[in-house]
């Protein structure tokens, strides 16, 4: 006994001096063989959500692989796995030796080879995939050891389902779960939990996408789970009878221009709504299949969110394996056709120009060069200012912008940056869509109807469009009710075609562009929840072929709308204080007394402008040939006193118009108006004045060189303009 006690403390002392002489070994190992704990934080795959956390799109990690770490696995798939790989995890120190024994006696004894390694293990050689040798081995021992001094158990396990293979170039258990199955690890089922078990074990042969039998291995799984009581047999029978197909689903490849913007910003969270994206694109595709004999090749959409003022569906390129399809509209800028219209129109309403009855006069017009013809080449002469939107004519419209002055269209899209050259580049133009602009900021421009008149700050996958985080009165808040209700109430016949579509749809303002030769076809539509932009054409700036904006792409605006109207309540704008039903003179002239008194909206504190002063010849000459007035209501009018004192205008021929002819001669067209008077005089500069018809076509022949043309009307008022005639 005696003998035997000393023995022991030997034996104690020899094992506490071995583990001690192993622990500092450990130790120095440790220190100078470091965990590289960067393996251990790979990142993560970039996922975009719409507002409803619904996947748009993924991108794949640095290294390639589709990997996105989690903190929340469900604990029937912990204990699946620790069940299946590693029944004793937290009760060894890294390494089970029994399991390596046991290993070793079957690799000696059999052909076939089983493994040894416990979930640490596997972590370890996860953080160095070196060739499977012996002294790879000891070395990845050795670092298992490093792992559990280092880690909790807790934490070496959630390594494992994050950095586990799972087959191909998806790593860790959430990304296997979303390819595999669609699914988010709290929605998996007992037959899912086993079958994702299976995988890491041997990754390429077990893939579920890939292996024949894998219905018999997720039983296997599923019956060991019974066995030891962590589910019952219900859920066992449940498990087995569940089938499961090779698969692996693709990556969601949602909104591609959307969230190209979203990655760049780092946004995950976006205020996308996937359910409308796809209504949508649903709509535009249909649309398209229709138009696509037609020469229209591509097509966009943008829908905006008027109260939270972001964008809720954004459609750069409807297919992208159409001609040019990889191309997005999203920094695209064309000519937005009529689009441009409703903003004159409120502007003029602001300005005491019109209000929605007014009368307009529909004729033609000269400004300098430029002679602006309505889309169907005819006037309609009298026409109110509601249907002369209605129907979106050209020269009410032109018309208006010039008088104006400098409160016109130009001013407002310059206040936000949305102009790029002065305003002598588009002169007259303006008015029917000669600037380039981006569908996405058209579509922001039209929300200022359901906002008061107020241009608010757009985001758009994290960032404010155009750069504008400032909120800009563009036009009061009676202008932009009045303008919206005015486009909202097209009859049937300014409609057209595209009545047809407009039926059974909620109250929306409503406008429509076709640019030169059909190259771009627009259509907007506002309401107070939602503003909603569509363009059809070519990426490529080819013109398609008969199409319109108005029987082409309001189809889409239409469709939506009554779509979204089943999904949520849509209300139209409410009118505001500050606008009045009282009796309003229409006329265009005025008139010693008025002719034309109607009940019309007026807005409180906007004064009617002076008819006299804002009067083209053009629209004089209108009404003056067509009986609407005469000489005497001229004289008696108190226009009379400023049309006495202005100079004739010069509708054909401008000054520094320049002729270039291979003749000595060469003959040109003079047409003069006088604001009073049926007749003027002209003068080639020679100092005799020939008499002639107001408005009259009076044709010349002139030499090469420089002339001076004058106008005298019959009051006196002179006009001289320059030419020049270039051989």
């Not at 058209?442 to 107020?454: M, V």
Request: charged fraction near 20%; proline fraction near 3%; charge should be positive.
């Amino acid at each position: 006994m005696n003998k035997t006690l000393p023995r022991v403390l030997k034996f104690l002392k020899f094992t506490v001096s071995f583990f001690a002489i192993l622990f500092v070994a450990f130790m120095l190992f440790d220190a100078l063989f470091p965990l590289n704990l960067d393996k251990l934080n790979k990142d993560d795959s970039k996922v975009v959500y719409d507002k409803n956390g619904e996947i748009l799109r993924m991108k794949l990690a640095s290294d390639g692989a589709w990997r996105f770490h989690t903190h929340e696995v469900p604990e029937i798939l912990k204990k699946s796995v620790l069940l299946f790989e590693d029944k004793f995890y937290y009760y060894h120190f890294g390494v089970n030796p029994l399991s390596i024994i046991r290993a070793s006696f079957y690799n000696i004894t059999h052909k076939n080879r089983i493994g040894a390694s416990t979930i640490t293990m596997q972590v370890a050689r996860m953080l160095e995939a070196n060739e499977r040798t012996y002294a790879n081995k000891i070395k990845e021992i050795f670092r298992a050891f490093q792992l559990e001094w280092h880690f909790s158990k807790d934490e070496i396990l959630n390594l494992y389902f994050n950095l586990a293979p799972y087959g191909g170039n998806i790593e860790g258990v959430k990304a296997a779960a979303r390819f595999y199955f669609n699914k988010n690890l709290s929605q998996l089922s007992y037959a899912q939990i086993a079958l994702l078990t299976t995988i890491p074990k041997n990754p390429n042969k077990n893939r579920l996408d890939k292996k024949s039998d894998i219905n018999t291995l997720k039983n296997r799984v599923a019956k060991l789970l019974f066995d030891a009581g962590i589910i019952d047999l219900s859920a066992l029978k449940r498990a087995q009878n569940e089938p499961f197909v090779n698969t692996r689903l693709n990556a969601p490849f949602h909104a591609p221009s959307y969230t190209d913007v979203a990655f760049k910003n780092g946004i995950t969270n976006s205020n996308l709504n996937l359910e409308f994206q796809n209504d949508l694109l649903n709509i535009l595709n249909q649309t398209m299949f229709k138009l696509k004999q037609n020469g229209a090749n591509n097509a966009s959409a943008v829908l905006i969110d008027n109260k939270k003022m972001s964008v809720v569906a954004f459609i750069g390129s409807h297919d992208q394996s159409s001609k040019d399809g990889k191309n997005s509209s999203l920094n695209m800028k064309r000519n937005v056709g009529s689009t441009l219209k409703p903003f004159i129109y409120s502007l003029a309403l602001d300005s005491g120009l019109i209000t929605p009855k007014s009368e307009l006069i529909d004729t033609q017009i000269y400004i300098n060069e430029y002679v602006p013809r309505n889309f169907n080449d005819d006037f309609l002469g009298k026409v109110s200012a509601k249907d002369a939107l209605g129907l979106s004519l050209n020269i009410p419209a032109v018309n208006l912008n010039q008088k104006l002055g400098d409160n016109s269209l130009y001013e407002l899209l310059e206040k936000i940056n949305l102009i790029d050259n002065k305003k002598e580049f588009y002169g007259a133009s303006i008015a029917l869509g000669s600037p380039e602009i981006s569908l996405l900021n058209l579509t922001r421009l039209y929300t200022i109807y359901a906002n008061g008149g107020k241009l608010l700050p757009l985001e758009f996958a994290g960032e404010f469009v155009n750069n504008q985080n400032e909120i800009l009165n563009l036009i009061s808040p009676q202008s932009a009710y009045l303008s919206a209700k005015m486009m909202s109430e097209a009859s049937r016949g300014i409609l057209k075609n595209a009545w047809q579509y407009a039926q059974n749809t909620p109250t929306i303002a409503f406008k429509t562009g076709t640019s030169y030769n059909s190259r771009d076809l627009y259509a907007l539509g506002v309401d107070q929840n939602y503003t909603l932009g569509i363009w059809i054409g070519n990426f490529n700036g080819e013109k398609t072929s008969r199409l319109t904006g108005l029987n082409d792409a309001s189809s889409v605006v239409f469709d939506m709308f009554k779509l979204l109207s089943q999904k949520e309540k849509l209300n139209f704008m409410q009118k505001p204080d500050g606008i009045v039903l009282a009796p309003t003179c229409l006329d265009s002239f005025e008139f010693k007394e008025c002719k034309n008194m109607q009940q019309d909206e007026q807005i409180l504190g906007v004064w009617p402008q002076n008819k006299c002063q804002n009067l083209r010849s053009e629209e004089l000459d209108f009404m003056y040939k067509n009986g609407f007035l005469n000489k005497n209501d001229i004289a008696q009018s108190p226009c009379a006193k400023f049309l006495r004192d202005k100079a004739p205008i010069f509708a054909s021929l401008y000054d520094g118009q320049i002729f270039i002819n291979d003749n000595n001669q060469t003959k040109v067209m003079i047409k003069c108006y006088a604001y009073l008077g049926d007749e003027i005089y002209i003068t080639l500069g020679n100092g005799e004045f020939i008499k002639r018809q107001s408005a009259s076509e009076n044709i010349v022949s002139l030499a090469t060189g420089q002339h001076r043309i004058g106008c005298l009307d019959e009051n006196s008022n002179y006009k001289e303009i320059k030419i020049e005639i270039r051989r």
